[in-house]
């Protein structure tokens, strides 16, 4: 491991795939990752993930999150569901891309809301415990409703450098916000370095690489309006920073831990090993 000045700038989890996130100050560890990182997701008609790349209102809700409760608001329009109900409830068999399992459906009173917002029929599902989804990496590790993998690692100085390209083409910089990443670090030195690490150190936890992160349309949504403008940010990483095969644009950089139990705080120095 290399001692460095890199450190932890910000955490977020994403309650509900392809919500908006909540910026915490620790992260909490479960065997699927951040604790209550996509543990519910919108479904439509067909039982499949609803995400930004079908709806870019998704992008619109704001939410709240406790032991308790999780609260949905939407321009101003407040919705909240307790966390009680849920053992009663009956199943859906749900998917996220290929892989279908029984899912908790969160009831009608939430499906009506979401669906209401989203001006299209949906409901909003949720993992349990014996939620059985791996990654497809070579950890196998649990995941729960996330695209890929367990945890998503980016940095301010790759940041930094994608807006000052944006800024020297005509268009304006972007917030790292598009990137839904949960750890975010600062101190890298240059862009992108966080891509060539195998593995990290944070506090007692270790991460280990999984792959770039390849990115989609959803990176050119604005997640304050759910505008989307144009694909210069794809097309900007797709020339300087592609994922592993070469097949298209990547930003951010997967990992995932071997323990089902930690803590990460904003501030936490990383160490790290690189690629030889």
């Keep these: 491991m290399l001692h460095t ?9 994403y309650p509900v795939k392809s919500m908006s996130g909540i910026q915490v100050s620790q992260m909490k560890l479960d065997k699927y990752g951040p604790s209550y990182d996509r543990n519910w997701m919108v479904i439509d008609e067909k039982c499949n993930a609803l995400t930004q790349r079908q709806n870019k209102r998704l992008a619109l809700f704001k939410l709240n999150l406790s032991d308790e409760f999780i609260e949905f608001n939407f321009n101003n329009s407040v919705f909240r569901l307790t966390h009680s109900p849920y053992v009663n409830n009956q199943r859906i068999l749900a ?4 892989f279908g399992e029984e899912l908790i459906d969160c ?7 979401l669906s209401s917002c989203l001006n299209q ?7 349990d415990i014996n939620y059985s989804r791996r990654s497809s990496g070579e950890n196998n590790r649990h995941i729960s409703l996330v695209d890929s993998r367990q945890f998503l690692l980016t940095s301010i100085e790759s940041l930094e450098w994608l807006n000052d390209k944006l800024v020297v083409n005509g268009s304006d910089p972007v ?12 101190g890298v030195g240059n862009a992108f370095y966080e891509n060539c690490w195998q593995s990290m150190l944070i506090g007692n936890l270790i991460f280990h690489r999984e792959k770039a992160c390849g990115r989609c349309l959803v990176i050119t949504i604005n997640q304050e309006t759910a505008e989307q403008r144009d694909n210069l940010p794809l097309k900007i990483l797709a020339k300087y920073n592609r994922d592993d095969n070469n097949k298209c644009a990547a930003f951010g950089t997967y990992f995932s831990s071997f323990l089902d139990a930690g803590e990460v705080f904003i501030g ?4 790290f090993e690189c690629k030889i």
Excluded: H, T
């Design 5 to 13: 000045n890199v450190v932890v700038d910000s955490l977020y989890i």
């Design 95 to 98: 998917k996220v891309w290929a």
């Design 107 to 113: 009831g009608e009173e939430v499906a009506q809301f």
């Design 121 to 127: 029929k949906c409901r909003l599902v949720k993992i």
């Design 175 to 186: 917030l790292m916000n598009r990137f839904r990443p949960n750890i975010v670090l600062s």
């Design 268 to 271: 936490d120095k990383v160490l």
